[in-house]
């Protein structure tokens, strides 16, 4: 088992979110990915704290959450209290990236950076050794369904090769158009986990396909 995954929530059925959480807490997936989006930084507006929350009281997974949103400081501890154990900010809309992760840290929840499709891999050479994970965007972020980003496999293997030179303990996370053949390929290039959103739950049987990806 090469692949860590973190089902995306953004795909799951909203009249039965509880039945959806039920299916990840008896799947392999190693994470719930959330993917809260602002309708500022991204064209799209999806959940937030609440959720979240209610979440939390019942999922036996870590809560993966993906900040879509502009001055994500100011919810890092909200955040944390509605039970983030990994969030995520954009490295595009954080002035004070160092802040902003020892920030999250101080909170006890790991902290990670997105990279959106057009932002290279070597912004990050000055702030990897601090971080637990990063997210590369296979797609422009807002969306569920959208076609994987080919150039998204150079910059996994970029950011392979920088964490090995830099000895960093910091893990790879691919975000958008994941399925058998886009997975297996990241995971190729040195990416540690697989975030999927329709790929799962478009699927009549969503709990095999976390398992397909955990295999691959
Ligand atoms: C996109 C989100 C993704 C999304 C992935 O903005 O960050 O997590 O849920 O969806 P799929 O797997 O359908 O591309
Ligand atoms: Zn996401």
Do not use: W
């Not at 997210?135 to 964490?163: C, D, H, W």
């Amino acid at each position: 088992m090469r692949a860590l995954v973190s089902p995306s929530i953004l795909s799951a059925d909203f009249n039965n979110l509880g039945t959806d959480i039920e299916m990840i807490n008896k799947s392999v997936a190693d994470y719930i990915h959330f993917d809260v989006m602002d309708g500022v930084f991204v064209p799209n507006i999806s959940f937030g704290i609440p959720v979240i929350k209610h979440v939390k009281k019942i999922a036996q997974k870590p809560l993966d959450v993906h900040l879509m949103i502009v001055e994500p400081d100011k919810f890092i501890e909200p955040f944390v209290e509605a039970g983030a154990s990994i969030i995520t900010v954009h490295y595009e809309v954080c002035r004070h990236l160092h802040r902003t992760i020892q920030l999250i840290k101080s909170f006890g929840a790991k902290a990670s950076v997105c990279l959106n499709p057009h932002t290279p891999v070597a912004v990050l050479e000055d702030i990897i050794g601090d971080l637990d994970m990063v997210l590369l965007m296979s797609v422009n972020p807002g969306f569920g369904g959208q076609q994987f980003i080919e150039n998204t496999y150079k910059k996994v293997a970029q950011l392979r090769a920088m964490i090995d030179k830099t000895n960093a303990d910091c893990i790879i996370e691919v975000d958008g158009g994941v399925n058998y053949e886009t997975g297996k390929k990241l995971l190729d290039v040195g990416a540690n986990v697989l975030v999927a959103g329709s790929f799962v739950f478009s699927a009549d049987n969503p709990s095999e396909i976390i398992s397909g990806l955990k295999s691959l």
